[in-house]
């Protein structure tokens, strides 16, 4: 009589998955959108001013108005900024809060001194070439195209200053704000529309 040992085998499942969100953020897709948006209207405003570029019947003309080293110092402050911004957010995530805090607000003063910069522009253009946005189609595409950027501009340092004074009265999360990332995404955003701006209107147009 013969018997037959039988081993019973051990079955093992496995744990089920840890479901994971995969889904993106959607302040930051709603961030690109915007700059999608934001792109098509100063490729709309850029189109304008090449159109039309040389077709005054009128003067003044760009070359007689235009200040091209002023124009290189706004550009140098505003890329400057985009610099300083990004260092202030590598500072954050460090840890570093006082770092952030000044070269934050370094980023501030950078861009306040290119709106300072196109104002004081702006005003010898206006008093003493009499330069106005219904001078002639030069007035008109100018002040339109930069006006509108210089607009950003100042949403932007507005930005800054307002998460500036929320991270010092700690209302901000972590040293991974989304808020704080979003604004820097901006700014950057800003910094190279006028990169393509100067090349158009300083170099490209005079």
Known sequence: MSTTNSTPVASYSL??????????DARKVGMIAFFVSEAAFFSTLLMAYVIYMGHNLTGPTPAEVL?????IVNTICLLASSFTIHLAERSLR??????????????????????????????????DHHLTISGNLFGTTYYTLVGFHAAHVTVGVFLLVLMLGLHLRRKLAGPNSVAIELVSWYWHFVDGVWVVVFTVVYLIGR
């Open 15 to 24: 744990p089920p998955p840890v479901p994971v969100d995969v889904r993106p």
């Open 94 to 127: 460090s840890g570093n809060a006082a770092a952030f805090q000044g070269l934050w607000g370094l980023t501030i003063l950078l861009g306040s001194a290119f709106l300072a910069g196109t104002g004081y522009e702006w005003y010898g253009m206006i008093v």
């Open 67 to 71: 200040s091209l080293p002023l124009a």
